[in-house]
């Protein structure tokens, strides 16, 4: 009775319009108990509001009903949707409508462009720029999800160390990227040798600089502050070292070498002894004609000399030798452009074919035939000089060379489409001399050189010559 009397005085000494608040706020309280208990609701998964960037796809989070335990989602309604190709604000409406109650929830969808434009610089973040020059500018890229081509929007800000790139798309995104210069000259002027860096003359040629450029990247053309030093003097042989130098006016410097090997003149062997004979010489075998070419030799009772390569049988050579017809070097590729590049490739490639030669006849040849012949031209091509120095060098290393006198034209004039015997054998017949030795080239990889030999053979011995070979 206390507790009910305390209640009733408080209830009194409310004034008026407290009273009123008191019992709206019940009513609404009552009201929102009743409606969670008696009405149905519509419960939105993730969040109610959502942002999604331009053109980000939408993924439905979900939502779900319930009333007096039974789930009442499959029954929900959803009304419009978002187009993520145009910016704005979407509402989705979600309604549940089930006897006698209605019920309508909304999520909002915002899609906005707030993705940054993405800017990109042609070259480098760090600039070097030469002293005393204006920066180039090198150039840069502009791309935005939405706007697309910024490129007109870049702002340039030029400071004396750097230069600010900045640009806002239409929803004010804004990217800002710097260059930074460094004002230095770190690089060497580029030094080029005209012709070749080594080159070879005869003693008493006169020496022709073949010239040189230079050119820096901050000072331009500086071939007339080259400076030589060294000299040639052919009248002597050695060899000599021109030595060039350029610096540039940050002071970097580059420095090249040109060797000038200056030889005595050169000895050519003629590889003959005397007037009326005959050497019979094969090149680039063994191969298709040897076997056959062997045969003839054997039964007539001449020998020759065989210059081989790399390839071909090892039991042909093997045969030559033991039949007592002379091996000798020519060329392990036949490659000119390889072997007349320089004299220590020559020599490599003539130790293939010379170690081959050992391995076959346990004897080290000394006897070689330069492929082209040792006054070919075509070496030039490939280092100017070159037979000059290899004629004196291959003598300075005990080898002994052979060219020729007679070509067969085998590998020439004869090897036509239809290559005959006869051919052949005009073309060594018509040049043999009594007057002179004769060096004839042949090579034992062609069929119809060894179709001819037999006839050469005999008419050499008919008309009084005699065939000889090296050994």
Known sequence: MEKKSALKTYWSSLEKREKIIFLFFLFILTCSFFY???????????????????????????????????????????????????????????????????TKTVRKVTVGDYEK???TLKGSETARVCPNQEYQEEGYEVTDNYDKDLKDQVKVKKEKDKITYTVTDSSKNKTTITRHLKYEDVEKPELTLKGSQTMSLEVGQTYKEPGYQAIDNCNGNLTDKVTVEGSVNTSKAGTYELHYKIKDESGNETTATRKVQVYAKSYVSSGCGYGGDIYLTFDDGPGAGTSKILDVL???????????????????????????????????????????????????????????????????????????????TISRNYHLGIMTALTNEV???????????IDSNDAGACASKNPTASCVYEHVTKYLSKSRCNMVLMHDVKNYTADALRDIIRYGKENGYTFKEKN
Do not use: C, M
């Not at 020998?303 to 390839?311: E, G, M, P, Y």
């Not at 003598?395 to 006198?405: I, P, V």
């Open 117 to 119: 434009p993405v800017l």
């Open 395 to 405: 003598l300075n290393r005990g080898y002994k060379y052979f060219d020729w006198n």
């Open 298 to 376: 054997k039964e007539e009772g001449v020998k020759a000399t065989f210059f081989v390569t790399a390839s071909g049988s090892d039991a042909l050579i093997k045969r030559a030798y033991q039949e007592g017809h002379t091996i000798a070097l020519h060329t392990a590729s036949h490659n000119y452009a390889k072997i007349y590049s320089s004299v220590d490739n020559y020599f490599a490639d003539l130790k293939v074919v010379s170690d081959r030669v050992k391995r076959i006849t346990g004897v080290e040849s000394k006897y070689i035939r330069f492929p082209g012949g040792s006054s070919n």
């Open 36 to 102: 969670l208990i008696f009405f149905p609701q519509i419960h939105l998964k993730g969040k109610q509001e959502i942002k999604l960037n331009y053109q980000e796809s939408y993924k439905e989070p979900g939502y779900s009903a319930e009333f007096l335990g039974k789930d009442l989602s499959s029954k929900i309604h959803v009304k419009n949707s978002v187009d993520i190709n145009h910016l704005g604000t979407y509402q989705i409406e979600y309604s549940l409508r089930t006897f006698p109650f209605y």
